[in-house]
Structure formats: structure tokens, C-alpha cells
């Protein structure tokens, strides 16, 4: 099954704004980008053509994993608003 | 700030730890405002599937009869997974009471977050806490999205990322290696065909630990529980595992779904819900502080969690219960300094909560530098022993013995077995020595 099936059975109520918030200019110089790779929403994307790190924030599970796992620590992480994000059905 | 926001206890958090401790606050009389990031409490809590039995009673007595439960465990089977095959060793007893029962996080949170606001607990749900407020260093409230609530006492039961704890320099950050990244996926299937699948009646539940598979060699862990109409299938890996190796946990999930032994069992089900979470798994020498003037820190955000044995619920609410009783002393008291919130870190150190993590102390240590052996290499020998054992093609039993033990050998280094049974003894030494 891929990942994108998976997430559509998560129920989001996504913010406007993102409460993830990198440092792109960390980003850049980042040798390994391991949130693209761990993330278990595939919530980050680098875009090589304009060297910026894209934030899918809406389908954050919110689980944290990328703020300590983010060589660079530059990763501005963030409970959304209390209304906002992630609710498990079946946690 | 106005007097009308100012409370006894805030505890920040609804889920096992928070509640526990607000209920018990709320039942001896005092003021407590529970406070949940949610839009009910439960909403963003994830495990693996269990909550125990004698640990939820001393919270919620008539538990049994009244929460929402989905099974009561009967057996425990621990699954040893090769690349295809598998070994199984199983423990059942339908006899005995349940030690534990599979439940739904956002209906039993949510459970037993009612129970605590007929108890007397302000709940305020769907609200973040931004920081704490402190005056001359000592926390006095909360600030949160709206408004600021103050407090004698702040309880943080914010979970395993627990910004707040950070905020205040109680605990340091997470390294990798001390967090386990889980997911899970929750698959709806008919009653009776679990119940055929799982050899289990009723109400009845079945535990899957599972070794191996995908995860050789990582220092990682499957599980499966059953819940009433579905099955939870999940794992959790070691951060710094997935890091070096630059893998998604959800890959690995897939793979494990697909192992032979684990595949029939959940063949035919659709994918309910798929959730991610953090499990701390530094152990005991990473708990942070858990104390300070007007603070106290329990449950995860503690990193209060006993890999080994797969417990963390209940960890959560005892230590969410004694970090209460301090704070009903110290109301008594009406001292609220660190030097009588100490009577919480003496609580825990005298309960099973800190005994046990002292126990296994060095047991992650050891898994990170031994995990090609202990979760690898021997796992691989125990189905490897059974292969042999069972395979019936002529040649002689003794001949198969010789050839078995020269490939043991042979596989792995003299040295290093030598250095394995050695970690093996000091772990067995480290769990065993009398304090």
C-alpha cells in the first residue's frame, strides 16, 4: 500500500500556516535532508531546481521525529493550534 | 491576569499520566484545570494497543465494567521472524483474570477524561500551552493560545516531545538513539474470522511480539493486538537506526505485513487508520529531572517507558498519581518549592516505576552494540536450530547436529560470541545484582 492511501484514512483539520518551520538556509547546506527520508507522513520534499525544502504540513502526524532527527537542528517545531491538525480515531 | 484564572494545579496533558493525576487531585478536593492540546482528550494519543489491568484499577477501580475495552489479552505469543520463516513461542491462559486489555486511545482517553470531570477536573480541551510562566524562576502557570492560567503547582504531562519540560531546562533534548519512531496501522476485520485467525472466543485477545523480520539487525520491535472488529499491526525502530540508514518506518511496516507468518492473519482487511508516535526509549539513564520549583514532570514527557516489557501506560499513570499525592502535600504544606517536590522523585524511586527502570539500566546500551547479534544473529540461529530440528531429508541426526554447531561457528567470529555471551552476562548481571 503506499503512503498515500495510508494517510487518507488519518482525519486532519489542517492550519493555513505551517506549523513546521525550517531554517531553508541550514537546509541547503544539509548533506543528508534525513527528514525526506524518516518522516513517516513524507511530509518534506526537496526541491532541488529551487533549493528549498517544501513542508506538506497537512499531513503532519505530528509524532516529532523530524525535530530530533534533523542533523542541523533548525527545524522550528511546533504543536499546531489547538483546533488544528492531526485527530486519531483509533490511536 | 485576573484571581478567577488562578487554580491549585494545572496539569498539562489529558492522557494516562495527566488524567490520573487530575483525577486524584480533583478526588482529595482541590482545584485542578486539565489542559489538552486535542479536541478531546485522546485525539492525539497513539500506542501500541494495551493498558493494564492492576496499575488502571488503582486509578479507576470499576474500570472493568465501565470503560470502553476492546479485549481482554489471553495470550502473548513472541514471534521470532527469519526472512520467511518463524519460530513462535506462545504463553495463554484464559483462566486467570485479564492482565491487560486492548483499548482505542480516543474513546478510552476520552473515558476516562469524563470520569476525571465528574470528579471535579476543569478540562479545557482543544487548547495549546505555549510556555510556562515562571517568576523568579519558580513556574506559577501556564500561557496558553488564548490566556494565561496560574497555578501553585503545573504538572507536565505533555508527552514525549514535551516542549515545556524543554522550555524550562528539565530535560535536554532527545537524541535519536534514545527514541523509538512507531508506526502502526489499524485493519478492520470481522470478529469471528480474528477470533478463527488467532484461535481466541469473545472478547478474548491476542498479543503479537514480533522479533526480526524486516528488522533484523535493527533495533527495532513488531507488535499486533486485536481489537474487537480489527487488528493492530505496528513496529517501532530506534530514530538513529533509521537515520544511518536512511529508511522509512512505513516501508519496513509494509515489509513485516507481508512476511508469511504474519500475512494470512491480516489478509482480507482494510486499512482503518494509520497513525505515527515517538516511544522513549532512553530508560532510566535518561530521565530527565523531575522537579523544580512549582513543576513536576510525569508520564512520557518523563520518559518514563519499559521497552523491554512493553509497558508505558502504566508508568504514566502511576507516576501521574504519585506526582498528585506530592502535589496534595505540598498544597497541604502550602510550599511549593523543589525541596518539597522531591517527595515526588523519592515516590517514584521507591515505586516500580523507577525500580524497574533501574533493572534495565544497561539493557540499551547493550541492544545498540549488540544488535547484529541479539537481533540478528541469534534470532537467524533460533529459526536456523528449528529448520534442523523439523527437516526430514535422510541425513543422519547426529550428521545434522555437527553440521548445525560448524555453521554456528563458523558464521560469526570466536571473538565475537565471546563478546556476545560476555554483554550476555553483564545484562543478565546489570537486571539480576541486588541494590
Known sequence: MVLEDKLFTVKYTPDTVSHLTPDNEMCKICTNRICTKICPANVYEWDETHQKLIVNFENCLECGACRIACVKQSLKWEYPKGTKGVTFKLG | MTENKKTDVIVVGAG??????????????????????????????????????????????????????????????FAILGEDDSTVVSYKNKTETAGSYTVIRAKFDRWMAEEAKKAGVYLVEKTVVKELLTENSKVTGVRTELEDYCADIVILADGVNSLLAKQIGLREDIQPKDVALSVKEVIKLDKNIINDRFNISDDEGCIYEIFGGPML?????????????????????????LVERGIRPYDMLEELKKHPTIAPLIKGGELEEYSAHLIPEGGYNKVPKLFADGVMIAGDAAMLV??????????????????????????NKNDFSAKTLRLYEEKLKNSFVMKDLKTYKDLMDIAHKKSDAFLDYYLRTVNGF??????????????????????FFKERKFMNIISDIWHGIRLLWSILKWY
Not at chain 2, 223 to 237: D, H, K, Q, V
Not at chain 2, 388 to 404: A, I
Open chain 2, 16 to 77: 494516562p499520566a495527566g488524567i490520573s493525576c487530575a483525577i486524584t487531585i480533583a478526588r482529595a478536593g482541590k482545584k485542578v484545570v486539565l489542559i489538552e492540546r486535542g479536541s478531546f482528550a485522546g485525539s492525539k494519543n497513539v500506542f501500541g494497543g494495551a493498558i493494564y489491568t492492576q496499575p488502571t484499577k488503582e486509578i479507576f477501580p470499576d474500570f472493568e465494567t465501565s470503560a470502553p475495552l476492546e479485549r481482554r489479552n489471553v495470550e502473548h505469543k
Open chain 2, 306 to 331: 519499559n521497552n523491554l516489557h512493553w509497558e508505558g501506560t502504566n508508568l504514566a499513570m502511576i507516576s501521574g498519581k504519585l506526582a498528585a499525592e506530592t502535589a496534595l502535600e505540598a498544597l
Open chain 2, 217 to 241: 539487525g535493527m533495533l527495532g520491535l513488531g507488535f499486533m493486538y486485536t481489537n474487537r472488529n480489527s487488528i493492530t499491526i505496528g513496529l517501532g525502530i530506534t530514530l538513529s537506526e
Open chain 2, 386 to 407: 528449528f529448520k534442523m530440528f523439523t527437516s526430514v531429508d535422510s541425513v543422519p541426526k547426529r550428521q545434522k547436529y555437527y553440521n548445525f554447531v560448524g555453521t
